[in-house]
Protein backbone atom coordinates (compact mmCIF):
# COMPACT_ATOMS: atom_id res chain seq x y z
CA UNK A 1 0.00 0.00 0.00
CA UNK A 2 1.48 3.50 -1.51
CA UNK A 3 1.26 6.14 1.52
CA UNK A 4 -1.00 9.17 0.54
CA UNK A 5 0.48 12.58 -0.62
CA UNK A 6 -1.07 15.19 1.67
CA UNK A 7 0.25 19.19 2.43
CA UNK A 8 -1.39 21.10 5.31
CA UNK A 9 -3.87 24.18 4.91
CA UNK A 10 -4.07 26.39 6.77
CA UNK A 11 -7.21 29.59 7.09
CA UNK A 12 -5.73 33.14 6.80
CA UNK A 13 -7.06 36.41 6.81
CA UNK A 14 -3.76 37.38 4.40
CA UNK A 15 -2.75 34.26 2.95
CA UNK A 16 0.19 35.78 1.47
CA UNK A 17 1.41 37.54 4.49
CA UNK A 18 1.20 34.04 6.32
CA UNK A 19 3.00 32.36 3.89
CA UNK A 20 5.77 34.60 3.99
CA UNK A 21 6.21 34.39 7.92
CA UNK A 22 6.08 30.71 7.70
CA UNK A 23 8.74 30.43 5.11
CA UNK A 24 10.99 32.81 7.37
CA UNK A 25 9.81 30.83 10.91
CA UNK A 26 10.54 27.01 8.84
CA UNK A 27 13.58 28.13 6.41
CA UNK A 28 11.20 27.16 3.90
CA UNK A 29 11.19 28.40 0.11
CA UNK A 30 7.58 30.32 -0.49
CA UNK A 31 5.97 29.12 -3.91
CA UNK A 32 6.13 30.64 -6.96
CA UNK A 33 2.96 30.40 -8.96
CA UNK A 34 3.71 33.48 -11.36
CA UNK A 35 4.28 31.16 -13.91
CA UNK A 36 1.08 28.79 -13.57
CA UNK A 37 -1.32 32.07 -12.67
CA UNK A 38 -0.09 33.55 -16.34
CA UNK A 39 -0.22 30.70 -18.56
CA UNK A 40 -3.90 29.89 -16.76
CA UNK A 41 -4.94 33.85 -17.66
CA UNK A 42 -3.52 33.68 -21.03
CA UNK A 43 -5.41 30.84 -21.44
CA UNK A 44 -9.01 32.01 -20.20
CA UNK A 45 -9.23 29.38 -17.39
CA UNK A 46 -8.80 32.16 -14.62
CA UNK A 47 -10.36 35.32 -14.37
CA UNK A 48 -7.85 38.08 -13.50
CA UNK A 49 -9.89 38.85 -10.55
CA UNK A 50 -8.60 35.64 -8.64
CA UNK A 51 -5.09 37.10 -8.66
CA UNK A 52 -3.05 39.50 -7.45
CA UNK A 53 -0.14 41.03 -7.54
CA UNK A 54 2.33 39.68 -4.24
CA UNK A 55 6.16 40.88 -4.08
CA UNK A 56 6.32 41.89 -7.76
CA UNK A 57 4.69 39.01 -8.90
CA UNK A 58 1.88 37.60 -10.38
CA UNK A 59 -0.04 35.08 -7.54
CA UNK A 60 -3.38 33.47 -6.60
CA UNK A 61 -5.04 36.62 -4.52
CA UNK A 62 -6.63 33.16 -2.26
CA UNK A 63 -3.98 31.16 -1.89
CA UNK A 64 0.09 31.26 -1.07
CA UNK A 65 2.05 28.30 0.07
CA UNK A 66 5.23 27.28 1.04
CA UNK A 67 7.55 23.86 0.81
CA UNK A 68 10.19 22.44 2.30
CA UNK A 69 13.00 23.68 0.24
CA UNK A 70 14.49 19.79 -0.36
CA UNK A 71 11.47 18.07 -1.35
CA UNK A 72 10.54 17.31 -4.86
CA UNK A 73 8.15 19.92 -6.75
CA UNK A 74 6.90 20.49 -10.04
CA UNK A 75 8.86 22.86 -11.79
CA UNK A 76 6.43 24.48 -14.22
CA UNK A 77 3.80 25.19 -11.31
CA UNK A 78 6.70 25.45 -8.48
CA UNK A 79 4.16 23.81 -6.42
CA UNK A 80 5.60 21.55 -3.46
CA UNK A 81 5.07 17.55 -3.94
CA UNK A 82 6.39 17.13 -0.43
CA UNK A 83 6.29 18.86 3.10
CA UNK A 84 4.16 21.65 2.42
CA UNK A 85 2.08 24.28 3.73
CA UNK A 86 -0.94 26.27 1.98
CA UNK A 87 -2.83 28.88 3.71
CA UNK A 88 -6.10 29.70 2.27
CA UNK A 89 -8.06 33.18 2.71
CA UNK A 90 -10.80 32.38 4.95
CA UNK A 91 -13.30 34.98 5.50
CA UNK A 92 -13.78 34.48 8.97
CA UNK A 93 -11.57 35.47 11.77
CA UNK A 94 -10.04 33.54 14.35
CA UNK A 95 -11.92 32.69 17.39
CA UNK A 96 -10.94 29.92 19.39
CA UNK A 97 -7.73 27.65 19.96
CA UNK A 98 -6.44 25.49 17.58
CA UNK A 99 -6.74 22.09 17.51
CA UNK A 100 -3.96 21.26 15.43
CA UNK A 101 -0.86 23.05 15.81
CA UNK A 102 2.62 23.42 14.30
CA UNK A 103 5.93 22.02 16.57
CA UNK A 104 9.17 23.65 15.36
CA UNK A 105 12.01 22.08 17.04
CA UNK A 106 15.40 23.70 17.92
CA UNK A 107 18.44 22.86 17.56
CA UNK A 108 19.62 21.63 21.40
CA UNK A 109 20.23 24.75 23.88
CA UNK A 110 19.00 27.31 20.62
CA UNK A 111 15.12 27.65 21.90
CA UNK A 112 15.69 30.95 23.24
CA UNK A 113 18.06 31.86 20.37
CA UNK A 114 15.06 30.52 17.88
CA UNK A 115 12.30 32.52 20.26
CA UNK A 116 13.75 35.67 19.69
CA UNK A 117 14.14 35.23 16.34
CA UNK A 118 10.62 33.90 15.87
CA UNK A 119 9.53 36.85 17.41
CA UNK A 120 11.51 39.42 15.43
CA UNK A 121 9.48 37.77 12.59
CA UNK A 122 5.98 38.56 14.05
CA UNK A 123 5.62 35.85 16.20
CA UNK A 124 4.23 36.62 19.93
CA UNK A 125 5.31 34.24 23.34
CA UNK A 126 1.96 32.91 24.57
CA UNK A 127 3.50 30.98 27.54
CA UNK A 128 5.61 29.01 28.78
CA UNK A 129 5.36 25.54 29.36
CA UNK A 130 7.71 22.90 32.27
CA UNK A 131 6.30 19.86 32.96
CA UNK A 132 7.97 16.78 34.12
CA UNK A 133 8.13 15.54 30.19
CA UNK A 134 9.48 18.53 29.19
CA UNK A 135 9.45 22.02 27.88
CA UNK A 136 8.44 24.29 25.43
CA UNK A 137 7.40 27.78 24.58
CA UNK A 138 3.57 28.23 23.42
CA UNK A 139 3.99 31.23 20.38
CA UNK A 140 1.05 32.58 18.09
CA UNK A 141 2.05 33.37 14.42
CA UNK A 142 0.85 36.73 12.72
CA UNK A 143 -2.61 35.82 12.85
CA UNK A 144 -2.75 33.98 16.36
CA UNK A 145 -2.41 30.67 15.32
CA UNK A 146 -0.93 28.99 18.56
CA UNK A 147 2.53 26.57 17.42
CA UNK A 148 5.03 25.41 20.00
CA UNK A 149 9.08 25.81 20.08
CA UNK A 150 10.88 23.07 21.55
Not at 70 to 82: E, H, I, R, V
Request: proline fraction near 7%; glycine fraction near 6%; include cysteine.
Amino acid sequence: MTALHWKLVIDAADPHTQAAFWAEALRYRQEDHSALVERLLGLGAAPPDATTTHAGRLAWRDLAAVRHPDDPFDPDSDTGLGRRLLFQRVPEPKTVKNRLHIDVHSAPGERDAEVARLESLGAAVLRRVAEPGGSWVVMTDPEGNEFCVH
